[in-house]
Structures are given as structure tokens and as C-alpha cells.
């Protein structure tokens, strides 16, 4: 992945002592070169932050720039980003965008992502936010690096810039082709240093080589042969391997531990805090063994909420409500409709899941700590470990290797935490790994939510008024899309909380809040369609007020070869559309229902990200997401009782199989002139109400809570078959 | 549990330890054999990620004793391909981005290996129920299973059971 001489070196800590790195300490690092600093500005931070427990410190020195990239004397490029690669595909596509402005080979630029020591702060990997927001700007720094080595060019051949042409790094003299100089003896003993600021030249689309062609990721060779290296695999001498001694429920208080089982163990380690107990070894299995031999007395959990209780807990929860958008007046509305429409709508708690779970190698020595994680912030574990060691935040290094997935869920740093302390109290490198069973029980779920919509249709067969509340899940994509004069979306807590509400931690999960809110818009708007009698997509597009949205339902429909029906049609088909990310994505879907168990045999999604580095990619994106999110809609929930969680590994909690995906179409609407928005994560939004809608077309029955498993959706038809 | 002598074949080499036999595969290929292809998912062999394959079957060494495997065969995800010429299997898996954290990859390979030597010449719907109990949360599913498919020629025509 690297091959900058700063690149990942386990086994070898830095031993810098300097304060934040600032410009010039880089500058010092990196020796000769072109370095180009990418400035954000006011955009950085302006995304809603996922992190589980938010940066506070954002370091001064380094605060004026977010990343940079460097080319040196080989004409080599890399750039250094606190972004982290998790699979979501920057490690291929930041290269494509620079590879376009600069004029280089994709293959001539490396990546250093997410190490605390090496790349400026940034303050997280999420929210679609890495090409959107960061995109536009690492091709101006592209653009600007070019700029400058262009008139480093024009006075080395004395011959004004516009004479000249690059290509792969290469700058040649258009009247005299045998005059070339390249990237690197541009570059060779100098030290130039640019800063984004104007808007420079960016290419236009159809200047485009490299973006907008489909690239293989580039980090395949590695992940295919078992060399990639992920937190877990980084090995140091003498390191330990600890095993956590957790509580059986959340809220659980230790009462008493008795180790006396482990007389005669030879080579563990025991480190017992008031708050953090663990039985560590040179080997993870006899580690694991050990504990196993720990007695441990706990209190009960003072919680006395379950699966099914939550919700009316959520319900009642006495919070102030937040209206997120209102016009016209409600009370007109419910006046002009002439049938109304109230439901209710739960979504469960879910787990992120992620293969690789929770990861980390800690190595404290003296002050300082270097810290390997599987983390979305390294930035926010850099803090979380400095404070909990009571070092200065510089004296804290993270490193990220290849993350094993995250999803929202590995904002959350508690394992590199545990490492760091686990270390500083044995004076060893310790690698901490949550089981399967840990990662269960420690997980920031998807939060519970129970969504209220109350509305109408006029004498016209239009939606006369929305009144929509979303409790737990988050506002995020919580406005609803269309024409409607008397409305109100109002929201209580958020995807992460307030906390006191939930009996354990919940945070961000892929595009957090937006696949509830669009499962109860949707299934919503879907029953208002087959209440007025008309067609779904008719209906929709009659009332939809954005235009892109308007594009996308349309294409949708073209691509399917749709043809219209008022719902329920007897043929199982679904529709939905959502916008999330600055993305808008509208979905299709054809199921079966049999014994209650709902198999889905084809999905068309079509989506309009703005301009596509990397179609490819973006493709994967949406396939990705679109199984991913079968397991919200089908299967994922996480089942507790009095604090305990009751899906501890694979066997009870199902993720979506190969033998659930159905046929997956993707298309991806050209919108070259509108800027880059988020791919990871707008397409799993439509999965659970693409399904509930199509199960409505086949059977007439309407699933008001995810996920849709089967033992709900036999109840359900059990329920319709007696009032018949 | 007392030590005791245990040896096979790993990537081609002969392999002699001296280990508790009721220790765990996945672990010693993990942390004595310095080998981390095969990962970490469950524990209780339902995800798949740890498959490594022993005298050419797919077995998940979490759930393995490391006993077992004496005399045996043993391949990990580092040992597919020979030298620097990657196995068919890897080329497509390459060739179709069939992996995105690729956290399930080795085991996805490996999995593959084992059921195209059974079933060298499958249907779609074959490589899909024979994929089925391996896991993949970033949903690279339909792109394993175009790799699978287009790694069956050649796989026939290169391997012997
Ligand atoms: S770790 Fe072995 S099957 Fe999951
Ligand atoms: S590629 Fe991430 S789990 Fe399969």
C-alpha cells in the first residue's frame, strides 16, 4: 500500500518528541519535495459528527490544514489523510481524483491514512463524507501541486507554461517534444510548498481520463493473499494478549471476583481495577482459557426493559421534541382531508456486526503510547487514550491498519482504551480482541425507534397534511420529500441518544436514522398511494417536489419496464425513493412470501451521487448496502432482557446469506456538473421499505416493524385472515 | 494440557511443534506460526472467516484442535498461490472487486477452493448454496459468487484433488 519510508512500521514507535506536528515539522520529516496543504476551511466539521464520545480537542497547530500531499524526489505522490480505509473504497478512489489533476499514474500514489503521528487531525470516517466533502478538495490540491510543478517547469526550459503539456508526470515543451522534465527532478533538493486556497483549475468532465472510469480497488492483491494487515495482526515483542472480564448485563455492578482458580496457571498476567479486570497472557487462547476460571459475583442490572417493553419506554420518554421542518398549518390540513392515515412505526435495536471485531495493540512505554486500532477516529481514540492514561494527547500515537469494517460502529474506541490501560498496568505491549461475544454485548447499536405518522389524503386524492415524529433514530433524512402544504417533521434524541433512555450504548450505524425514517415515510406514502387508488410511483411523482428525486423514481421505473397498478397488486413489487448524503436513490423490488418468510428475487436501485469518481467502486457501494440491508429489514434484532443481551454470536443474530440476495441491478445516473455526495451509504435507506411495500403488493398486509421476520410476518397474515 | 509433538504440512513445508494438542488451529497459525490470513469472526464456526484447508477441505480452525491436523496437509490464504503467480481464485476474486473490508476474504477463497474441487463445473445457484454458511458483512456477496463461477475453468485445469 505504502511505499513512502513513513509508512506502516509495527514494531517500530515513534520516538518523536515533538509537540502536533505543524507544517514545518512535516516539511523537516519529508526532507525535499512539493508538499501541498489541503485546507478545508469552514466545510470540515460542519458534517454531523458520529464519533461515540465527540473530540473535544481540535489541535491548534495543525488545525489549518487536513491533509497534504507530498511528491518527492522519484516523482512519487502520497498523500496523507487521517481518513481510514474500512472498505468503502478511498484507498482506490482519492488516488483516481488526484491521479486526474495531477497528471500522474494511479500507481504512483500512496496512501498513509489514518496514523495520528504522520497525518493532520481529521475528525472522523463517516457520513459519506470522505469524497464529498473531501473530494473537490484533494483535486484542487491535485490541480494546485500541478500548477505549481508546471511553473517550476516553465523556468527550468524557459518557455512560458502554456507551451507546456504532462502526462503520467511527465511535463514535455509542446514545440519541442524532446525537451521533457519530469514530477521528480522538478521536485529533486527543493522544498515547495503550496497551500489550496482559490479555487484553481480543475479539469471539466470531459477532460476526464481517470475519474469517471471504472478501477479495480487497488488494495485487492494484499486482501486476496492473507498480507493485509488488519489491527489484529500486528505483533511486537513480548506482547501480551488479554482477555476481559465483562459483565453478564449492562448495568451489571461486580460484586466479587475470586481468581483463586487460577493458582498454578503458568504465565498470566492479572490486572485488576476497580472498573477493568483482565487475564492476560503470551497466547490469546490460554488467556481466554484463564478466565474462564475467574468466579465472579455480579449485581443484578437495575434495568428491567426487554425486547418488547422498549418500545413503549420510547414512547413515553419525556423529552422535548425538535421540529426539523414545519409549513402551512396543521390543523388547516386535517381539515381538507377527507380520509386519514395514522401509524406507527418500531425499528429494533441492531448490531454493526462488523467481521473484525473491536482490535487493538497497545505499547505504552514511559510517556508515550503507540496505540494500533481498528478505529473510524483515530484522532477521537488518540484523545480517549491520552486522557485515560493521563498523558499529553501528543504523546499518544494511533495507527490504523486496514479496518475489518466499521459501519458506525468502530467510532466507538473502548478496546483501544482497555489496550492502552492494559499495557500502562503491565508494562507490556497488550493486544486487545473482543470476542464475538464482546462485541455483542460492548456494541454502540443502531437504536431501537418508533416513528409516529399521522396524515391525510384531500378530496383531490393528495396528501393534505404530514405530521411526522421520529423518536430515538435521528433526523437524519426525516423530511419528507414532497408537495405538501400543511406539514411538520419533529424529532426526540438522536441516533446516539440522549443517554439514560437506552439500557445500553447506542450510536451511528450506516446512514444513521435515515433507513428508519425512510422505511416509515415510504411504507407510509405507499399506503396514502393504495388509499387514493393510484399507482405508487403515479403518486409519488404527482407530489414529489425535487427534481433529481423526480429523475431518479423515473429511471427507476423505465429500467424495471414498470407498469402500472393500484397497490395491492397481487404481484409482490415495491417501490420507494429517499435522498441521504446530498445522494438520491430510488429503489424496486419484487419479493415472495411463503411460511411467513420473505424472499426477495429482484432489486433495481437506481441512484444520482453528482459526479462519479469511480463507478466501479460506487457500484460495490451500492450493492453493498443494498445487502447489507437486508438484515435490517429481515432478520437483525437484538434481543435483551433485564440488561443482558440474548444474540451473543452468529448463531441467533443472522446476517443477510448469499442464498438472500436477489438479483441486483444498479444504475447510477450521470450528473457530472453537480459535485460528488455520498455513495456508502444511501442505498441500504430503501431496503426495508422497498420490502414492506412489496410484501403489501403481494398480500395485502402492512408491516409496521423491523425487522420483517418471519414469525411477524405469519402473525401479520394471521391477523388479516381472522378479520376476514 | 501437557505438551506434546504435532506435525504436518503447512504451505508446503513440514511443520513440527510442541504444543498442548487440545490447543485451538486458529490460534497457533495466528500467533506461534505467524500466519494471520486465517481471522478472527465467531469463534464457534459460523462465519467462516478462519477457514484454512486441511488436506484440501474447508475447516474453520477456531473450532479445530491444532492435534488434528497432525499428518495432515494444511493450507492458509498466504499459502494459494505459488510464488508471486496467484491462484485462479484470487485473480477473479481481483478481477471482480469481490471483497470491500476483505475481513471474510481468505475464508471466502478458501471455502471456494473446497467446493469447486467438488463441484468443478457448478451452476450459480450451486456456488450460492455452497458459499452459504460463510458470512460477509460489507455484502460482497454477488461479486464472490461471479469470481467463483469465473474461477471454475480454471481451477479445473489446474488442480488435482
Ligand atoms: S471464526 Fe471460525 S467460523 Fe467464525
Ligand atoms: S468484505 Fe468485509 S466482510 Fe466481506
Known amino acids: ?724 | 494440557m501437557p505438551a506434546a509433538n504435532v506435525s504436518f504440512r503447512l504451505n508446503g513445508k513440514p511443520v513440527q511443534l510442541s504444543v498442548a494438542p487440545d490447543r485451538t488451529l486458529l490460534w497457533v497459525l495466528r500467533t506461534d506460526l505467524g500466519l494471520n490470513g486465517a481471522k478472527y469472526g465467531c469463534g464457534i464456526a459460523q462465519c467462516g472467516a478462519c477457514t484454512v484447508l486441511v488436506d484440501h477441505r474447508a475447516v474453520r480452525s477456531c473450532s479445530v484442535d491444532i492435534q488434528s491436523v497432525h499428518g495432515a496437509d494444511v493450507v492458509t490464504i498466504e499459502g494459494l498461490a505459488e510464488g508471486e503467480k496467484l491462484h485462479p481464485l484470487q485473480e477473479a476474486f481481483i478481477a471482480h472487486d469481490a471483497l470491500q473490508c476483505g475481513y471474510c476474504t481468505a475464508g471466502m477463497i478458501l471455502t471456494a477452493y473446497d467446493f469447486l474441487l467438488r463441484h468443478p463445473n457448478p451452476t450459480r445457484e450451486e456456488v450460492v448454496a455452497g458459499m452459504d454458511d460463510n458470512l460477509c458483512r460489507c455484502g460482497a456477496h454477488v461479486r464472490i459468487v461471479d469470481a467463483i463461477l469465473e474461477a471454475a475453468p480454471a481451477m479445473r485445469g489446474t488442480q488435482s484433488p
Not at chain 1, 497534504?68 to 498523500?79: K, R
Not at chain 1, 487514550?385 to 474506541?413: D, E, H, Q, Y
Not at chain 1, 446530498?582 to 429503489?587: K, L, P, Q
Open chain 1, 1 to 724: 500500500m505504502n511505499r513512502s519510508p513513513l509508512s506502516l512500521r509495527p514494531g517500530a514507535p515513534v520516538q518523536d518528541e515533538a509537540l502536533l506536528p505543524t507544517r514545518r515539522e512535516f516539511v523537516k520529516r519529508l526532507g525535499t519535495g512539493l508538499f501541498v496543504w489541503v485546507v478545508l476551511g469552514r466545510t470540515a466539521g460542519a458534517e454531523v459528527s458520529e464519533a461515540a464520545h465527540p473530540v473535544t480537542v481540535r489541535p491548534k497547530p495543525t488545525g489549518d490544514f487536513n491533509a497534504f500531499l507530498h511528491i518527492d524526489e522519484n516523482g512519487h505522490v502520497t498523500c496523507f489523510t487521517g481518513k481510514i480505509e474500512m472498505g468503502q473504497g478511498p484507498i482506490t478512489s482519492l488516488p483516481q481524483m488526484l491521479a486526474e489533476d495531477l497528471d500522474v499514474s494511479v500507481d504512483d500514489i500512496s496512501m498513509v491514512m489514518g496514523d495520528t503521528d504522520l497525518c493532520p487531525f481529521d475528525q472522523g470516517t463517516w457520513g459519506s463524507q470522505t469524497t464529498q466533502t473531501f473530494g473537490t478538495v484533494w483535486r484542487t490540491a491535485a490541480a494546485e501541486a500541478r500548477g505549481a510543478l508546471l511553473e517550476e517547469a516553465a523556468e527550468t526550459l524557459q518557455v512560458p507554461v502554456a507551451q507546456l503539456s504532462v502526462h503520467l508526470g511527465v511535463v514535455t515543451d509542446t514545440k519541442d517534444p524532446a525537451r521533457k522534465i519530469t514530477y521528480g527532478q522538478l521536485t529533486m533538493g527543493k522544498k515547495i510548498e503550496r497551500q489550496v486556497t482559490a479555487k484553481p483549475n480543475l479539469k471539466t468532465p470531459d477532460q476526464f481520463r481517470i475519474i469517471g472510469k471504472p478501477l479495480l480497488r487497488k488494495d485487492s492483491r494484499e486482501k486476496v493473499t492473507g498480507r493485509a494487515v488488519y489491527a489484529g495482526d500486528v505483533r511486537l515483542p513480548g506482547m501480551l494478549y488479554a482477555s476481559i472480564l465483562r459483565a453478564p448485563a449492562h448495568g451489571a455492578v461486580l460484586k466479587r471476583v475470586d481468581t483463586s482458580g487460577l493458582k498454578g496457571t503458568e504465565g498470566i498476567v492479572i490486572v485488576q481495577q476497580p472498573d477493568l479486570m483482565a487475564v492476560l497472557h503470551a497466547l490469546p487462547d490460554a488467556a481466554e482459557d484463564a478466565l474462564g476460571k475467574v468466579r465472579a459475583e455480579f449485581e443484578p442490572s437495575p434495568s428491567k426493559l426487554d425486547d418488547r417493553t422498549i418500545y413503549a419506554h420510547l414512547e413515553q420518554a419525556k423529552l422535548e421534541a425538535r421540529v426539523v421542518a414545519q409549513g402551512g398549518d396543521l390543523d388547516v390540513g386535517r381539515g381538507l382531508a377527507v380520509r386519514r392515515l395514522s401509524q406507527t412505526y418500531l425499528g429494533a435495536y441492531v448490531a454493526h456486526a462488523a467481521m473484525e471485531t473491536h482490535t487493538a495493540l497497545a505499547h505504552v512505554e514511559g510517556d508515550h503510547a503507540t496505540v494500533w486500532a481498528s478505529t473510524q477516529n483515530p484522532f477521537g481514540a488518540r484523545e480517549e487514550i491520552a486522557l485515560a492514561l493521563g498523558l499529553p494527547i501528543p504523546k499518544v500515537r494511533v495507527i490504523t491498519p486496514f479496518v475489518g469494517g466499521g459501519f458506525g460502529g468502530k467510532s466507538f474506541n473502548l478496546q483501544a482504551v482497555e489496550a492502552a490501560r492494559l499495557s500502562k498496568a503491565t508494562g507490556r505491549p497488550v493486544q486487545v480482541m473482543w470476542t464475538r461475544e464482546e462485541e455483542f454485548f460492548n456494541d454502540t447499536f443502531r437504536p431501537a425507534s418508533v416513528i409516529k405518522v399521522d396524515s391525510g389524503l384531500d378530496a383531490a386524492g393528495r396528501i393534505a397534511f404530514w405530521d411526522y415524529e421520529v423518536r430515538f433514530s435521528g433526523d437524519r433524512a426525516s423530511e419528507h420529500l414532497y408537495d405538501i402544504a400543511h406539514h411538520r417533521t419533529a424529532a426526540v434524541g438522536g441516533f446516539n441518544g440522549p443517554p439514560g433512555y437506552h439500557p445500553f450504548e447506542v450510536g451511528a450505524w450506516r446512514a444513521p436514522g435515515s433507513s428508519n425514517n425512510a422505511f416509515a415515510r415510504e411504507s407510509h406514502v405507499d399506503q396514502l398511494a393504495s388509499m387514493a387508488g393510484v399507482d405508487p410511483i403515479e403518486f409519488r411523482l404527482r407530489q414529489l417536489k425535487d427534481a433529481r428525486l423526480t429523475r431518479v423514481l423515473k429511471a427507476a421505473a423505465d429500467h424495471w419496464g414498470w407498469q402500472p397498478a393500484k397497490g395491492p397488486s397481487g404481484r409482490g413489487l415495491g417501490v420507494a425513493c429517499g435522498q441521504d448524503a446530498g445522494s438520491y436513490v430510488a429503489a424496486i423490488a419484487e419479493v415472495g412470501v411463503k411460511d411467513g418468510k420473505i424472499t426477495v428475487k429482484r432489486a433495481l436501485w437506481v441512484q444520482e451521487m453528482g459526479l462519479v469518481i469511480n463507478p466501479a467502486g460506487a457500484k460495490i457501494q451500492m450493492e453493498g448496502g443494498i445487502t447489507m440491508g437486508l438484515g435490517y429489514a429481515l432478520s437483525e434484532e437484538i434481543h435483551f432482557k433485564d440488561g443482558a443481551i440474548r444474540d451473543t454470536n452468529f448463531d441467533r443474530y443472522a446476517l443477510p446469506r448469499f442464498s438472500w440476495v436477489p438479483k441486483i441491478e444498479t444504475v447510477i445516473l450521470e450528473a457530472d456538473d453537480t459535485p460528488p455526495r455520498g455513495g456508502g451509504e444511501p442505498a441500504i435507506i430503501l431496503t426495508g421499505a422497498v420490502i414492506a411495500n412489496a410484501v403489501h403488493d403481494a398480500t395485502g398486509v402492512r408491516l409496521l416493524e423491523l425487522p420483517m421476520s418471519p414469525e411477524r410476518v405469519k402473525a401479520a397474515l394471521e391477523a388479516k385472515a381472522q378479520q376476514a
